[in-house]
């Protein structure tokens, strides 16, 4: 593999996963394939040698562009995905389009022209695990989506899995906990909270906040793909995860600790319909068949470090914070 596509690759995670890549694999070159939605910017791609990642402003379910890349290049890494669970409970059909339609081009287009490819998706798909639960998400768990997105990013798990055992596609899927880090759009929890702060408002809690997340530093998740997509075999899933656990009213109090600010400086909002309570990842088959491992073990120093990106990227984050206020405030969040 030299020459390989990122689809989603100007977004927060495919983008740190381009900029991973680049870096451990100063050989390849990479076609990063995004269309530039909201949520997608060029400038996280800012410092990259164009001669070896160009970025084509395009859609994954255009047929025709896919199939020119695809037949081009010997890999397909598909992180091109809407991914907000608010936004998809507000306005479904994008999701539908993107996360299954789109899937559904990329591995036809694949299918045709025999190139490896590797399906992102989500722990979500599982549904959600009661608190006191002891056990967590493995690769054997049954699907059980709650929201339009994680819906949406089954069917989209359940049609790489039937290319594979149907045409023979060469995939494989992972499946990964809650992300944070740098470059990560103001709408999702954590740099919401720290914007909110740098704007001077208050944090906005959903519902009691005991629900739990399992933290993930993206650039762990970048090194889980790479490891999986060189070493994996072909037609497994994987599950990625750092044994990050933290309900989300631990988190705003870390963020709150360390952004100087009183315990009590955030509001209760209206909780989300239908809001998981807790996701929790087995990554021992990754580890152990895979001999991966996690960098960022330290979620509190991972948390520190994300902060002060925020403190000092204030030109990349302003621009979109004011429309996405407004959008919560119009569903009471
Ligand atoms: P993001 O919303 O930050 O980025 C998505 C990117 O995909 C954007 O650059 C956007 O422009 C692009 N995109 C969307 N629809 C497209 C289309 N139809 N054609 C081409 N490009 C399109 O998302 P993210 O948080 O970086 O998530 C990336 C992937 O990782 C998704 O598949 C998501 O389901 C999965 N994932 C995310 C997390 C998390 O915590 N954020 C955890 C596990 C898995
Ligand atoms: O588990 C992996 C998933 O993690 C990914 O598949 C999704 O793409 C990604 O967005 C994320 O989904 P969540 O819904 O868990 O993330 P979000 O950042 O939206 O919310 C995290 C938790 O914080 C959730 O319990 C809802 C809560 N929350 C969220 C926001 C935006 C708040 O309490 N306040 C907020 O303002």
Same mark, same amino acid.
């Given at each position: ?19 991973y ?6 050989? =390849? ?8 939605t ?5 400038? &996280? ?23 020119? +890349?695809?037949?081009?290049?010997? %890999?397909?890494? #598909?992180?091109?995905?809407?991914? #907000? ?16 339609i ?11 022209? &025999?190139? @490896?490819?590797? #399906?992102i ?18 690769v ?10 994680s ?10 899995? %039937?290319?594979? @055992?149907?045409?023979?596609l060469? $995939? ?12 990560? #759009? ?5 740099p ?10 208050? +944090?906005? +809690? ?11 530093? %993206?650039? /762990?998740?970048?090194s889980?793909? +790479? ?14 995860? $750092? ?15 360390? !952004?100087?600010?009183?315990?009590? =400086? ?10 998981? !309570? @807790?996701? %929790?990842? /087995? ?7 895979l001999?991966?491992?996690?960098k *960022? ?11 002060? =990106? *925020?403190? &000092? ?9 004011q ?11």
């Open positions: 593999m030299k020459k390989v596509i990122v689809t989603g690759g100007a977004g927060f995670i495919g983008s740190n996963y381009v900029r890549i680049y870096k451990e694999r100063p050989d =390849w070159e990479i076609t990063v394939l995004d269309a530039l909201y949520a997608g910017n060029e400038k &996280n791609l800012e410092g990259l040698d164009k001669s070896r990642v160009e970025l084509v402003v395009g859609n994954i379910c255009d047929a025709e562009l896919v199939d020119k +890349l695809v037949k081009n290049n010997d %890999a397909i890494i #598909h992180f091109a995905a809407e991914s #907000h669970n608010d936004n998809s409970l507000k306005t479904p059909w994008p999701f539908v389009e993107s996360n299954i789109g899937t559904y081009t990329l591995i036809e287009a694949a299918r045709k022209h &025999n190139k @490896r490819f590797h #399906h998706s989500t722990d979500e798909v599982y549904g959600d695990l009661e608190l006191d639960d002891p056990s967590k998400f493995t054997d768990t049954p699907y059980n989506p709650s929201s339009p997105y819906s949406t990013k089954a069917g989209s798990d359940l049609l790489v899995r %039937a290319w594979v @055992r149907s045409f023979g060469q $995939a494989t899927i992972s499946n990964c906990s809650n992300n944070y880090g740098a470059y990560q #759009h103001v709408e999702k929890m954590i919401r909270q720290i914007t909110n702060i740098l704007c001077g408002d208050k +944090l906005k +809690l959903y519902g009691s906040g005991e629900n739990v997340r399992d933290w993930i530093h %993206a650039e /762990d998740h970048s889980g793909v +790479l490891a999986i997509l060189e070493k994996g075999k072909i037609g497994e899933t994987y599950l990625i995860g $750092a044994n990050g656990e933290k309900s989300n009213l631990e988190v705003f109090e870390l963020i709150l600790k360390h !952004m100087g600010k009183d315990q009590d =400086w955030l509001e209760h909002v209206k909780d989300r319909a239908g809001h998981d !309570m @807790r996701y %929790a990842i /087995d990554a021992s088959k990754l580890v152990n068949e001999g991966w491992s996690p *960022y073990t330290d979620f509190e120093e991972g948390l520190k470090q994300t902060i002060e =990106w *925020y403190k &000092n990227n204030e030109d990349w984050w302003k621009p979109q914070k429309e996405t206020e407004e959008k919560y405030a119009k569903s009471g969040q």
